[in-house]
């Protein structure tokens, strides 16, 4: 059990005949105090220059020492371990605490709950041929990017974006329309759209009517790729890249490609995070629902002039210019997923 604390009084006269030239095993005696006693007076005296008693952080903590670097490790090695289970597992140790607590210690140390990121599953082949197709780009000029013409298919949904957005409101109105975002039942319906895009620009997008196929796809390439191509001045020995789908790989796609002496750049599989497009993607679908389009003739028409809005700015300095930290990032990651 810790002593009761010597009074200011004591402590003082310790100081006092410190200064006089007293050792601390004399000012032991004289005063009848432990030798560490006096020394720990010293000590606080010459770093704080006072024997008052400092501002305390408060409360004692509940867990001892062992138990908090126990819940830092077991969140280290688990990140998705939840705070019930690390409340369960010191309670089986005998140190019960509020899951508060247990937060303010995990972030003490650096570690904050966080949603969980949702990246595409990337095999072990995956990872090795997005790892060989960093190691073999890495070197390229910038040149050589800005005459790739990038291109991709997504999906637009009248009601589906589900980012988050915050809205300034009192208590008891959470559910008053102008604080609501509205969802329909299965999305409201959808459109999908193939584009392109490359350091220059945006170049064509087409609302893809039915399901895709081998001939539609060949289609759309026929009426759009090369114009978009000419548009954006690549000139004759650009390069195209597309992602691995059966439809684009089909032989008769690549037939196409070839008589119409077409390069297409090899991709790896699983690699979302390689291709800019995805980014425009993003921006563009943020920009169309803050459109509200309440129908799809409405979505249909914004995804247009939001599409042509996007600033050569944008695609050249900030998708194009940067793309060599995307292949670094992918060598860091030894093939894995990255930021992108």
Same mark, same amino acid.
């Given at each position: 059990?810790?002593?009761?604390?010597?009074?200011?009084?004591?402590?003082?006269?310790?100081?006092?005949?410190?200064?006089?030239?007293?050792?601390?095993?004399?000012?032991?005696?004289?005063?009848?105090?432990?030798?560490?006693?006096?020394?720990?007076?010293?000590? $606080?005296?010459?770093?704080?220059?006072?024997? !008052?008693?400092?501002?305390?952080?408060?409360?004692?903590?509940?867990?001892? !020492?062992?138990?908090?670097?126990?819940?830092?490790?077991?969140?280290?090695?688990?990140?998705?371990?939840?705070?019930?289970?690390?409340?369960?597992?010191?309670?089986?140790?005998?140190?019960?605490?509020?899951?508060?607590?247990?937060?303010?210690?995990?972030? $003490?140390?650096?570690?904050?709950?966080?949603?969980?990121?949702?990246?595409?599953?990337?095999?072990?082949?995956?990872?090795?041929?997005?790892?060989?197709?960093?190691?073999?780009?890495?070197?390229?000029?910038?040149?050589?990017?800005?005459?790739?013409?990038?291109?991709?298919?997504?999906?637009?949904?009248?009601?589906?974006?589900?980012?988050?957005?915050?809205?300034?409101? $009192?208590?008891?109105?959470?559910?008053?329309?102008?604080?609501?975002?509205?969802?329909?039942?299965?999305?409201?319906?959808?459109?999908?759209?193939?584009? /392109?895009?490359?350091?220059?620009?945006?170049?064509?997008?087409? #609302?893809?009517?039915?399901?895709?196929?081998?001939?539609?796809?060949?289609?759309?390439?026929?009426?759009?790729?090369?114009?978009?191509?000419?548009?954006?001045?690549?000139?004759?020995?650009?390069?195209?890249?597309?992602?691995?789908?059966?439809?684009?790989?089909?032989?008769?796609?690549?037939?196409?490609?070839?008589?119409?002496?077409? #390069?297409?750049?090899?991709?790896?599989?699983?690699?979302?995070?390689?291709?800019?497009?995805?980014?425009?993607?993003?921006?563009?679908?943020?920009?169309?629902?803050? /459109?509200?389009?309440?129908?799809?003739?409405?979505?249909?028409?914004?995804?247009?002039?939001?599409?042509?809005?996007?600033?050569?700015?944008? /695609?050249?300095? #900030?998708?194009?210019?940067?793309?060599?930290?995307?292949?670094?990032?992918?060598?860091?990651?030894?093939?894995?997923?990255?930021?992108?």
């Amino acid at each position: 059990m810790k002593n009761k604390e010597h009074t200011r009084q004591v402590r003082d006269t310790a100081v006092k005949k410190f200064k006089a030239g007293f050792g601390y095993t004399n000012i032991s005696q004289a005063l009848n105090i432990q030798r560490s006693t006096v020394q720990a007076i010293i000590l $606080k005296w010459k770093e704080y220059q006072t024997t !008052a008693n400092l501002p305390r952080p408060g409360r004692p903590s509940k867990l001892s !020492a062992h138990t908090r670097r126990r819940l830092i490790r077991d969140a280290a090695k688990r990140p998705m371990i939840t705070l019930d289970e690390l409340q369960r597992s010191t309670a089986e140790v005998g140190d019960s605490v509020h899951r508060t607590t247990i937060s303010r210690i995990l972030h $003490k140390s650096g570690l904050y709950g966080r949603v969980a990121r949702r990246k595409t599953f990337l095999k072990d082949v995956h990872k090795k041929c997005r790892l060989k197709f960093a190691t073999s780009h890495l070197g390229d000029t910038p040149n050589m990017w800005k005459k790739v013409l990038w291109s991709d298919e997504t999906k637009m949904e009248l009601f589906g974006n589900n980012a988050k957005r915050y809205v300034w409101r $009192k208590s008891n109105t959470a559910h008053h329309p102008e604080h609501t975002i509205p969802t329909v039942k299965h999305g409201g319906g959808s459109i999908m759209v193939w584009a /392109c895009f490359s350091s220059a620009g945006t170049g064509k997008m087409v #609302q893809i009517d039915g399901k895709m196929d081998g001939a539609k796809y060949r289609t759309i390439l026929e009426e759009n790729l090369m114009e978009s191509a000419k548009d954006l001045r690549l000139g004759r020995r650009f390069v195209f890249q597309q992602d691995n789908d059966p439809k684009h790989k089909a032989k008769s796609t690549m037939e196409w490609f070839k008589n119409k002496r077409i #390069q297409v750049l090899e991709w790896p599989s699983q690699s979302p995070d390689l291709n800019p497009i995805e980014n425009l993607w993003k921006e563009l679908k943020t920009a169309v629902h803050k /459109c509200s389009p309440s129908n799809l003739t409405e979505l249909e028409l914004f995804r247009k002039e939001e599409w042509e809005k996007n600033s050569v700015s944008l /695609c050249a300095k #900030q998708l194009i210019e940067t793309y060599p930290k995307r292949l670094t990032a992918v060598i860091a990651a030894k093939g894995g997923a990255t930021k992108y």
